[in-house]
């Protein structure tokens, strides 16, 4: 009886009805600091209900003026353009559940953080001096500070401001940063210097010089001319080698899109002083290819774009172990999170890093000598480096890596996507049987993810293909499109051992390439007998309208409409269409019925009838001002010898042909001052901008020589 009353009493319980969970939500972070121009991630966790679904938004103070930013569907919350009155804001979320729950956190509005641009002039001797300091991210209050010092700065708008100092300090360089003020003081961490007192005596001609700028750098300007004639083209090298890094925005400085990160391409390839480091980052950048295509944001892009910048001058073993780790690069193509082969589920490892790391980025299909030409069998056939079974085990090697474990989180089987780090194994999903590499060499079974790569980078680095393959890349990329096989040769066996038995040593590499003598050979300018100058390479778009811009001493700075110039010229920076970059580094102009020669001219590929009227366009949109407020031309050197024409294209000789224009150049440069009649200055003007325009868009321009 005891026992049925028992029973009875439970399953009266049972038939309680449950009390409901009361629906709630929580933000995070519940108070957050975000500077204008930068965004901060919230996240909402909803318990008591099935339906997690919320709603976002956000609202100043009542009473407050302005616009309290927005926030998407994902809780990511972008500050408005321009502070509001107030600059506290309040977001909130909302369940979509029944009962409606909500949370809210509170966001103090800081003043943007300014970047430098570029300044002008760009070196000052005597005071009493103006500045003007071109960027983004200005306000009101805002104060210039060189060499540290603050300077009377007068606010122009948000990418401009000017300032004035009578002392000067001391040199031979100072540091020019903006600090904007409270809220949220913060100072520009951009690194732009003006020069402190003149240059040397020269010591090597303009022509030389010059002529060195345009392989070491995105064209001569003034400033770098002098520079480099007072100290020479190998001091100038080594003093590269250590300049400062001009830096991308940080991602979290910078909206999701790429357009900011591409306009600092231009200001960075416009005023940056470490100028022979952005010009190998950038072609770097062609060899181990991403693409804005896929990946699409700056969070992704960005620190892809670090690694090759810190890694330019490095060596070429740490850039590949850096670049395969990149979760960029395991993104685009598809190393991260690529598992071990699965016989049940009828899976296999990834191959598609594999196969591109050993055909684009090392050693190439063919075997190669060291000077670049290609190896025969017995048949005369070309002999392959490697064929789909290297393939299918090399994809081994890459198999359970992914995202780097944010902070605080636990390593996951497949990690949420981060862009920051290497990636890192997950060693249950590495595939641990035996692989058989290049040259037959075998790694036993057993071994751990970080081993096997470790080994595998090893052995394609050890590859004699390696050192031709890149030497010629680099080549192509800095001095000529079609090196000689003794060119190669020469800069490979550097390449192999830089003198103190180092292999790989990239800034030993760059300083062969611009010192060997196939590089110097013209700076006096082109042989007068046969063979005919087949030397030099097409201005890929990347590289002719930085080139035009510093010859024309212009200033740009991150408002710059630059990339969609260079887009209408065929190349889209940072978005190349394919692994294969924006050009075939074997691309052959066809042979003309002349020489008969078939060249080498990768950039060549771009090119076509439309491609050369768009050329003709970007050169009127540049000389004629049509580049919008980011980029500011000023023609006063030029139209002030506008009234006289060969004093002009005296100038622009000196300025974009290394002072060795030809006959043909200046005839036709004279042809077009002296169709324009009249002494005024509106008439100089016009002349010195018909001249501009005719050098620029000429062929022996388009061509770097």
Same mark, same amino acid.
């Given at each position: ?48 209900? $099935?339906?997690?679904? %919320? ?16 926030? +998407? ?38 003043? =943007? ?12 001797? $005597? ?6 300091? *071109? ?24 990418? #401009?401001?000017? &300032? ?13 940063? %903006? ?25 090597? +001609? ?42 991308? =925005? ?6 999701? &899109? ?14 940056? #002083? ?63 999170? *690529? ?104 790694? =036993? ?33 800095? %001095? ?9 040769? #020469? ?87 394919? %692994? ?31 491609? &050369? ?52 150049? *200046? ?19 016009? #002349? ?9 868009? +000429? ?7």
């Amino acid at each position: 009886m005891g026992i049925r009353i028992v029973q009875f009493a439970l399953s009266g319980l049972l038939m309680l009805p449950l009390a409901s969970a009361q629906t709630a939500v929580t933000i995070v972070p519940v108070k957050a600091e975000v500077h204008l121009g930068t965004f901060v991630q919230f996240a909402a966790h909803v318990t008591g209900s $099935t339906n997690t679904t %919320v709603a976002w938004s956000v609202a100043l103070p009542v009473g407050a003026t302005g616009s309290p930013g927005t926030i +998407s569907f994902g809780g990511l919350y972008t500050p408005p353009g321009a502070m509001p009155s107030v600059n506290t804001v309040t977001v909130t979320v909302t369940t979509l559940a029944t009962p409606v729950a909500s949370a809210s956190a509170q966001v103090t509005l800081d003043n =943007p953080i300014p970047a430098v641009a570029s300044t002008s002039p760009s070196s000052i001797q $005597t005071g009493p001096y103006t500045l003007t300091i *071109n960027g983004s991210g200005f306000v009101p209050g805002a104060q210039v500070l060189l060499g540290g010092a603050g300077l009377a700065t007068t606010y122009v708008s948000p990418t #401009r401001l000017t &300032a004035t100092g009578s002392k000067l300090p001391t040199g031979p360089r100072a540091a020019v940063a %903006v600090s904007n003020p409270a809220p949220g003081p913060s100072t520009s961490t951009d690194v732009v210097t003006v020069l402190i007192g003149s240059e040397g005596p020269p010591i090597i +001609s303009t022509s030389v010089a010059s002529r060195f700028l345009d392989q070491a750098a995105f064209g001569p300007d003034v400033d770098s001319l002098a520079h480099v004639r007072s100290i020479g083209l190998q001091p100038y090298i080594t003093e590269q080698l250590t300049l400062p890094i001009s830096p991308y =925005p940080t991602p979290g400085q910078t909206a999701h &899109a790429l357009g900011q990160v591409q306009a600092r391409f231009f200001t960075n390839a416009v005023h940056g #002083r470490d100028q022979l480091r952005q010009r190998v980052a950038f072609a770097l950048s062609e060899i181990f290819v991403v693409s804005g295509i896929t990946e699409t944001t700056s969070a992704q892009i960005l620190p892809y774009l670090e690694i090759l910048q810190n890694d330019a001058f490095g060596n070429f073993r740490k850039l590949m172990e850096d670049v395969t780790l990149s979760p960029t690069m395991g993104e685009y193509l598809n190393m991260v999170n *690529n598992n071990k082969a699965n016989p049940v589920a009828g899976t296999s490892a990834n191959e598609n890093y594999a196969r591109e790391l050993m055909q684009l980025f090392t050693i190439g299909l063919d075997e190669l000598n060291q000077n670049g030409t290609p190896q025969y069998d017995a048949n005369h056939n070309l002999i392959p480096t490697y064929n789909q079974t290297t393939i299918q085990n090399f994809a081994k090697i890459y198999t359970g890596w992914t995202y780097p474990t944010k902070p605080g989180a636990v390593l996951q089987e497949h990690n949420p996507a981060d862009y920051v780090g290497p990636m890192v194994p997950y060693e249950a999903n590495h595939d641990t049987t035996s692989k058989t590499l290049l040259n037959g060499l075998v790694l =036993p079974a057993g071994q751990t993810a970080a081993l096997d790569l470790k080994d595998a980078l090893d052995n394609i680095f050890s590859h004699p293909n390696v050192a031709p393959f890149i030497a010629q890349q680099l080549i192509q990329h800095l %001095v000529t499109s079609d090196p000689s096989p003794a060119y190669v040769g #020469r800069v490979a066996a550097v390449f192999s051992n830089n003198g103190n038995g180092v292999r790989g040593d990239l800034a030993a590499v760059v300083r062969a390439i611009l010192t060997d003598t196939e590089a110097r050979a013209e700076d006096h300018g082109p042989p007068v007998t046969p063979p005919p100058d087949t030397s030099g390479h097409l201005r890929e778009p990347a590289f002719v309208i930085p080139s035009i811009l510093r010859g024309l001493g212009a200033t740009v700075n991150d408002t710059n409409g630059l990339t969609g110039l260079a887009a209408g010229l065929g190349q889209t920076i940072f978005y190349p269409p394919s %692994v294969f970059s924006y050009f075939d580094p074997g691309y052959p102009i066809p042979p003309d019925f002349t020489s008969k020669l078939a060249l080498l001219g990768p950039e060549f590929q771009l090119h076509s009838p439309s491609a &050369a009227v768009a050329r003709y366009n970007a050169v009127n949109s540049i000389v004629y001002g049509n580049l919008g407020a980011g980029t500011t031309i000023d023609f006063t050197p030029f139209s002030s010898l506008g009234n006289n024409p060969q004093g002009l294209a005296d100038l622009i000789n000196s300025r974009f042909f290394h002072g060795l224009m030809p006959t043909t150049v *200046n005839t036709e440069l004279l042809r077009a001052m002296n169709a324009i009649t009249g002494t005024t200055a509106a008439a100089a003007m016009a #002349r010195a901008q018909a001249a501009i325009y005719v050098a620029v868009t +000429s062929s022996y321009y388009t061509v770097e020589h």
